[in-house]
């Protein structure tokens, strides 16, 4: 794939070590994984290495242990509780340093203050908060006293909040007065106050003093954080929960318009997640790392807290956009804190590429020793990029495939065993215990440079317990279309050598800047406006982002198609959705192409939005529809060029 000679390319030498820990991890998984479990600190050992009821899994059944005992407790009985922990930056340029013996006091406060509100083992927590130190100490709070954090990105709408905090039941909800993006504050309390109103299950609410900027607190519901908070740290036990506890609820996107709140556990999510960060970051305690996502999503969950934190490196917190006030704002802070594991996006990349190296030039950057990428596919040329101006021609790039679903990595190089040669664009191998393929749509393995669908064979210590509250949908979701196998709804290749190539989502998921939203979520979103009968979305290739969101929309009888419509419904997807929603194009059409069924034919819109052929549609689809598909296909082709 490429000419490039790597420095670290060991593509003539045996990787037999890497080969060798695979081979016995996938012979004796039970063997394998209880030696790596064993490295954890458990309060009482478990019964059993696996119970595979397909499709529960239970890992390390009968195992007592806890998060925040793993990530906290455990260094402070060490050196490392002087060394640090946390390196806080907020957009303005504020800082805090946390070391482990602060990080401990801290969560010990906010679980007290948690136990204060009434908040117990089980009770469902919802934090809906910047990127500000006390998110990660409240998860770990949280996590302590036994009591499931759900997560929800600061950059849902009210709408969403709600919908999410609904379905998880939450009893206790954190925020901040607001937070800051591109030097503005954004006003998340009055986002909070509005999605109140739909959530009955909430009792009170926490807010955290962040933006100074106005509120409205309601008495008896909400409480400044400073007012609930003891001055003493009293010390709070670690709740010993039961391996399968629930440690936290996530929600994304499916193929519906209902998100999924998928379900980890405790015991092989932190297993997973700790020997993963070992062998794909070569993590170790002395390792300055900065994972650049938010911790809404999955990835802030491993590689901001649970993994890093687990092992006792110092990891870096930027609440921030990252070209703000200047594009070299993240390799300022690379130089600054001395940052010596990166991992970001290939959005992210793309997107510095665009503003060039003179921002690179600047800083020293030499303190880099490994770089990571996650979320999406990668273009060799934004690998080679990363790999040649971030990473000074020193620095394997880690290209690590993962689910919010598998709760850890799955596919990466993993040069804390032994790296085996890297390729530009490829994730190269599955990690030691998982067993992935590429197979056809029966299920059979495809041979080399075939594309398929990616499944994994095997369960694996972080897959997910379930989606909340909907044992079916999880079953029909993951585990029916091949049964006993896990379907991951991606497409991949694999060459000769074994190596995956990762191609996008298989279903009717986008992934837009890394992140991942259904089209039917966004079409619901469309259709709740008074104007639109009926909308129908798919991907655009974008240079930048991936992908963008193109709508289809039909209005009602009576309604003009203006251009203060386009901009309203936009404006409408933003509002019920986030603006993860902005739509790029919007078009205007008489009719959808659809099958018999009433299914849309996606692939012809998708060849609108692309501006490519329509391909071959007799053999697909419903026969009695092609010619109708055709002539609506170019009918919208028309719409495209008067665009
Ligand atoms: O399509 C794959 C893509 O991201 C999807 C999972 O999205 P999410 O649950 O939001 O988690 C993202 C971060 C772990 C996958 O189904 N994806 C993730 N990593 C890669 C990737 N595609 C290609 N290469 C990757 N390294």
Redesign the pocket.
Known sequence: MSDLSLPFDTRYLPVKKFHHEYRRSIEQPEEFWAEQARQLDWFRPWDKVLEWDPPFAHWFAGGLLNASHICVDRHIKHWRRSKVAIYWEGEPGDTKVLSYSTLYNEVNRFAAMLRNRGIGKGDRVALYLPMLPELPIIMLACARIGAPHTVIFSGFSAQALADRVNDVGAKLLVTADGGYRRGKTIPLKTVVDEALTMCPTVESTIVVRRANIPVSMKPSRDFWLDDLLEQEAPYIAPEPVESNHPLYILY?SGTTGKPKGIVHSTGGYMVHNYCTYKWAFDIREESVYWCS?DVG???GH?SIVYAPLAHGAAIVLYEGAPDYPNVDRWWHIIDKYGVTIFYTS?TAIRMFMGYGEKWLAKHDLSSLELLG??????NPEAWVWFYRHVGGERCPIV????????GG?M??PAPGIECVPLKPGS?TLPLPGVDADVVDESGNPVPPETRGLLVIKKPWPGMLLGIHGNPERYQQAYWSRFPGIYY???YAVKDRDGYFW?L??ADE?L?IA???IGTAELEDAAISHAEVAEAAVVGKSDPVKGESIVIFVRIKEGSSPTQDLKQAIIKHMRQVVGPIATPDAVYFVTRLPKTRSGKIVRRVLKAVAENTPIGDVSTLEDEAVVEEIIKIYQELKQVQEVK
């Open positions: 994304t996502a999503w999955v990835t491993s290939p990428s996650v979320g999406e596919p990668i290209d690590t495939w993962w689910q919010t679903e598998t990595i596919i990466s994730a991951t709804g991606d990762m996008g989502r998921v992934k890394g992140h991942r």
